[in-house]
């Protein structure tokens, strides 16, 4: 668009109405997304442009987007809980400082559980994970009861994890690193097959778990389970900013986990709360909140929800040194995404995806991009629109979705249907839209799910909130 007339776009869109809209809409132009592109073109002129691109872009943001405030998530049934799972069989290695967990490490053997004594940890360097479990007796590293140790790293990985069968439960590790130079709490790498991280809390880090392939060697068949991940400002690096960074590994699961405030201050300030690339197969992402900003709220930049494909992979970090595909045969699965300034799932080169029964919040929506991303889009409840764009293909099922020109009026039907969604408050105002669906499924908040459910991720938020 020339810049007189994207400075007038609200005035066009109040005067011509219908057209305006229609054309917004085949171009796949969300006002969230309109409004930073005002702000570039009109930066760097004279005052009185400069002045109506802020107003410009103002206007849209609020309409799409309304009131934008810091908020305190409720205490969920998703991501780091206060009670732990019962302890492990195995013989029990106690540690009480950085150094006996060093030797520890360096002598582990299959079956050990090296037990963090309750305190404070402050690592200088990293911890490597190098001896091998066994799947009937993996390596276990936990604390007896969640919130009691707490664990500093000052560098810019934390756990090195480069061999198999290795599990973490129940700590809170944090990035202490000088000038936000800690990218990783944990980075799983190589041969590190069978890694389980389960009941954390990683906060401050770039991409507090980062999974990748190393010399032919893939991290295959993971999980991550119930953990939190946050930061408590805005990450002031150029590098990527991706709480859960996969790539080129396959067959992982991410489930149950609390993503949130992955804000990028550097660089293209794009950031994903979770994304698997690189030629990476079969992963399921269900049962996650993925909150692009709750204590982090109306900061500059892009927050993409979840992705397969994310922003692409250089061809030398693929799984098949070509990336033919980003992604191949990912399920999407009864997760909630909200208040994402960018859309709440992206397909960047993701072929044969399933996504089901998500419920997507103040976000752009859905975009399937490229002709080899292709996916089937059912029971989905989303507060945007479900777009392919160059060359994408979605097999639409049962969905609500916005259209994108009620956006440019300010119409939200899909939010509209729940008390606050701005602050969590999912009671739907007069009960959840209906359809048929399979029995069996599991929703966000662990309930079996009928043949008749509502669309999006849950029945009813209150069985997510956890009894303080």
């Known amino acids: ?43 760097g002129h004279n005052p009185f442009i400069e002045g109506a691109g802020r107003a410009a872009a103002a206007t849209l943001l609020r309409l799409d987007r309304g009131n934008i405030a810091p908020f305190t998530p409720p205490p969920l049934v998703l991501g780091a809980q206060p009670a732990s799972s019962p302890a492990p069989a195995g013989a029990i290695r106690e540690v009480a400082s950085s150094e006996e967990a060093r030797r520890a490490f360096a002598t582990a053997a299959p079956g050990d559980v090296i037990t963090f004594l309750p305190g404070d940890y402050a690592v200088r360097g990293n911890l490597y994970a190098s001896r091998a479990g066994s799947a009937a007796a993996p390596i276990v590293v936990r604390a007896e009861s969640p919130g009691t140790v707490r664990i500093a790293f000052d560098a810019a990985e934390g756990f090195v994890v480069t061999a198999p069968h290795w599990q973490f439960e129940n700590l809170d590790i944090r990035g202490a690193c000088r000038r936000d130079s800690c990218q990783h709490a944990f980075h799983v790498v190589g041969a590190a097959q069978h890694f389980v991280a389960r009941n954390n809390t990683l906060r401050d880090f770039h991409a507090h778990i980062k999974i990748n392939g190393l010399r032919g060697q893939f991290p295959d068949f993971g999980l991550i389970e119930a953990n939190t991940l946050t930061n408590a400002a805005p990450r002031r690096t150029g590098g990527p900013v991706t709480p859960i960074d996969l790539v080129a590994a396959s067959d992982w699961v991410i489930r149950a986990n609390l993503v949130q405030d992955f804000v990028k201050a550097g660089g293209d300030r794009i950031s994903y ?21 709750a204590r982090l709220a109306d900061q500059p930049g892009q927050r993409v929800g979840i992705s397969f494909g994310g922003g692409g992979t250089g061809k030398r970090y693929c799984r098949d040194g070509r990336c033919i595909t980003e992604h191949d045969g990912g399920t999407l699965r009864a997760n909630l995404v909200a208040g994402c300034s960018d859309v709440g799932i992206y397909l960047n080169s993701a ?22 991303s292709s996916a089937t889009v059912d029971g989905n409840l989303v507060d945007g629109p479900i777009r392919s764009d160059d060359g994408g293909s979605v097999h639409p099922g049962d969905n609500l979705a916005s259209a994108i020109a009620w956006l440019y009026v300010g119409r939200h039907p899909q939010r509209d249907l729940f008390f606050a969604p701005g602050r969590l408050d999912l009671r739907w105002h007069a009960g959840a839209p209906r359809r048929a669906a399979a029995p069996g499924s599991t929703d966000l908040c662990g309930g079996l799910r009928g043949a008749e459910a509502s669309h999006g991720a849950f029945d009813d938020f209150r069985a997510c909130l956890r009894a303080e």
């Open 351 to 372: 072929a044969n995806t399933r996504i089901v029964d998500n419920t997507l919040l103040d976000t752009a929506g859905v975009q399937v991009r490229f002709p080899t």
């Open 273 to 293: 709360g979770v994304f698997a690339k690189g030629g990476a197969e079969r992963t399921l992402i269900e049962r996650n909140v993925v909150l692009c900003e």
């Open 1 to 43: 668009m020339k810049l007189a007339r994207l400075l007038a776009l609200p005035l066009l869109l109040a005067a011509a109405g219908g057209g305006a809209l229609v054309y917004l809409q085949s171009e796949g132009a969300t006002p969230r997304a309109l409004a930073p592109y005002l702000l570039k073109r009109t930066g």
